[in-house]
């Protein structure tokens, strides 16, 4: 029989969670609304000034929110989003190349909404290979944002000094442009290179760098086929640009693995050369404003990488508030200054960037090109950085391998990387029937 104090005691026991929870209400009530905050991941660490003046305009609107800004070096970031976004734990806005599809294909990021849809699939806005950059099975995932495109950057003065008056004109004048350029010391040894070469570094990069010569040769690491791929490098386009590197590494001497290479080394004066993207100019802008440079186009043209940014919070007021950061980000004032102060290409085609392009003459070279210029760009497939990823690492073994200098060599070498990509082609069911 129940007792009337354990009756009471039941009674309370009710009504006690509802007093603890009516009074944490009331004393919630009395706290300051907690701050919304936005995460943006990036792989490309100059982006941050742009992507905070981006959340700043955003304050402006909402005061309370928080943008938290991370950006790391590109591969570390791809490992990041490798791990994050199956667990759900990826931030709220992220930058994404062609390894998105991966990702999208695994479902792990949703559509974009409607109003953003709308936008990217404006024509006024994105060329046709922009709005199918961020389209997967006929949906719109993303909105394009920048690109990287490469041209030359040389140094006029040591040009001048070498007796050159302009730009290698075919790809086969970059060597002995190379051995002019280059500047030894007493015993021989190169200690200004002549031309800057991708040698070494961890993830694709190096694929990239040797494909991009690879293209001017008139190859391509892999082509498509009725939907399909493979491994195209092991020809005579790519025993060309692979003897291209032994030739300066091995026997011309032109440059090293040791050497400081890339925008680095061009900035501090210690090559005469390279090939890159955009970005550098701004680079250039910052670190070292009195260097006498010029760029040009390459011989017969140029990757293009669109990047894209990415919303994979679900669907739900985070989201949208994150696909307002995006839009934004495609201001046309912002994209301005992002060509202007950051250097890298913005997507977006209706905005003005005359007075910019006119006010700094290097960008010349990444929007003046010959009429018959051609672009390619990296597969939008799955297994696209690992098979980058894998060629990379047997550059970086071969190009300093002293038992590949003969064109037999050569040749063993490139079928023998062809046909790895090709098993990893297989793997994935994308391999092309020859």
């Not at 009530?29 to 941050?48: C, F, R, Y």
């Not at 806005?93 to 998105?100: F, H, L, N, Q």
């Not at 690992?386 to 038992?403: F, Q």
């Amino acid at each position: 029989m129940m007792k009337f104090a354990e009756l009471t005691s039941r009674k309370l026991a009710v009504r006690r969670p509802v007093f603890a929870m009516a009074a944490a209400a009331l004393f919630a009530s009395m706290l300051p609304a907690q701050a919304e905050k936005l995460t943006i991941w990036g792989g490309w660490p100059e982006m941050e000034p742009f992507y905070k003046r981006v959340g700043e305009q955003l304050k402006q609107k909402y005061p309370d929110l928080e943008i938290s800004v991370e950006l790391i070096a590109l591969r570390e970031h791809e490992k990041r989003n490798a791990l994050a976004l199956p667990s759900g734990a990826a931030a709220d806005v992220i930058e994404m190349e062609v390894e998105a599809t991966r990702y999208l294909e695994g479902g792990l990021v949703p559509p974009a909404p409607d109003n953003v849809v709308k936008f990217v699939k404006d024509g006024k806005h994105f060329d046709t290979f922009f709005q199918d950059s961020v389209t997967f099975e006929d949906k719109i995932y993303g909105v394009p944002l920048f690109r990287g495109q490469t041209a030359l950057y040389y140094n006029t003065d040591m040009f001048a000094k070498a007796g050159l008056s302009g730009a290698p004109k075919t790809m086969a004048d970059y060597t002995p442009y190379a051995e002019k350029l280059t500047q030894r010391d007493a015993q021989g040894k190169p200690v200004v290179s002549g031309w800057s070469l991708r040698l070494s570094g961890g993830g694709q990069g190096v694929a990239e760098k040797f494909w991009i010569n690879l293209f001017q040769f008139g190859g391509n690491l892999i082509e498509e086929k009725n939907g399909k791929w493979k491994a195209a490098f092991a020809n005579e386009a790519g025993r060309k640009a692979f003897k291209q590197y032994v030739e300066n590494v091995q026997v011309l001497k032109t440059v090293s693995p040791e050497m400081k290479a890339d925008a680095e080394a061009f900035e501090l004066g210690q090559t005469a050369m390279f090939i890159r993207e955009s970005w550098v100019i701004g680079d250039i802008a910052k670190k070292s404003p009195n260097l006498k440079y010029a760029t040009a186009p390459l011989p017969r043209g140029s990757i293009v990488i669109p990047v894209n940014l990415y919303v994979p919070t679900k669907p739900g007021k985070k989201a949208d508030l994150a696909w307002e950061y995006v839009l934004q980000a495609n201001a046309p004032e912002n994209l301005q200054w992002l060509l202007d102060n950051i250097g890298w290409l913005p997507n977006r085609k209706d905005v003005d960037y005359s007075a910019i392009i006119a006010k700094t003459p290097a960008f010349g070279a990444f929007v003046n090109f010959p009429a018959d210029y051609k672009f390619f760009s990296l597969p939008a497939i799955a297994p696209a950085s690992e098979i980058l990823t894998r060629v990379a690492a047997r550059l970086v073994d071969g190009y300093t391998n002293p038992k590949l200098q003969d064109d037999a060599a050569i040749d063993a070498f490139l079928k023998e990387a062809a046909a790895e990509v090709d098993t990893i082609l297989k793997r994935e069911g994308l391999l092309a029937t020859p």
